[in-house]
């Protein structure tokens, strides 16, 4: 759910947290998330949660990465996880290799249609993924043989993750407009140029395969979904003073 649980260095002693979790790996920023609660809790006091603050800088990295054009008021009155189970992390999130039934599937256990799932995924207009997300067995997306991806797409893929020391390259997301958020992602799609296996699956159903193309024709249409989404998806599993608290350092639990 939405409640800052990922921000965990420690919760249960007998388990590592979500954040250490494979999909969450290349997650990074926790410092600005820290540096945004330290201001927080110096003027205000122990008020504002973990979880309110990555909503509000979820909100505000949209802002800024469309150029200040997509804004919308995030709600507030989350309180802090107290659970942070490393196994959970493969259960609840989707892989980059997931067929489009599972993605359904997936958003669709948090409250989220179809249509949210592909309005969501738009986000991968920005970012970077680790070039094991989409050249390992399970994806295999840079086989010619078997996968759909844009042959120029694919040899430039093939040098940039090519390691002489076997470290995990990184690659843009979006290879269009990496770092402004936009309706290219849908145009991508349609084009074959995209990453993930769970990318190229939204083309695989009749009705994600008609959200990708909606959303491609009209960015301003996209934009309002997204803010939409975006609430909704704040939403999802909130806590409350009896199962949550407000967290003095978004690391650790008040109890450390």
Not at 4 to 13: E, H, I
Request: overall charge negative; aromatic content about 6%.
């Amino acid at each position: 759910g939405c409640d800052a649980s990922v921000l965990l260095d420690l919760a249960d002693p007998s388990s590592a947290t979500e954040k250490f979790g494979p999909p969450n790996l290349s997650l990074r920023g926790f410092e600005v998330i820290d540096a945004a609660k330290a201001r927080i809790e110096k003027e205000c006091g122990n008020v504002v949660s973990c979880a309110d603050v990555l909503a509000f800088a979820g909100r505000d990295a949209t802002f800024f990465l469309s150029n200040k054009k997509v804004y919308f008021d995030m709600p507030a009155g989350r309180y802090d996880g107290l659970v942070s189970l490393i196994n959970e992390t493969l259960i609840h999130l989707p892989p980059p290799f997931a067929t489009v039934e599972q993605l359904k599937a997936n958003f669709a256990s948090k409250g989220l249609s179809a249509d949210e799932m592909v309005t969501l995924s738009g986000a991968h207009t920005i970012g970077a993924s680790h070039c094991s997300s989409f050249d390992d067995d399970l994806s295999d997306r840079l086989n010619a043989s078997t996968s759909d991806m844009d042959p120029k797409l694919m040899a430039s893929l093939e040098k940039q993750c090519k390691s002489d020391t076997g470290s995990d390259n990184k690659v843009v997301q979006d290879i269009k407009t990496p770092n402004k958020l936009d309706n290219k992602y849908y145009k991508n799609v349609l084009s074959h140029e995209v990453l993930f296996a769970s990318d190229a699956a939204l083309l695989t159903a009749d009705d994600t395969s008609a959200a990708v193309r909606a959303n491609a024709e009209d960015n301003n249409v996209w934009e309002e979904k997204f803010k939409a989404a975006m609430v909704r998806m704040g939403a999802i599993e909130v806590k409350t003073s009896a199962d949550g608290e407000i967290r003095r350092s978004c690391r650790v639990l008040n109890t450390y």
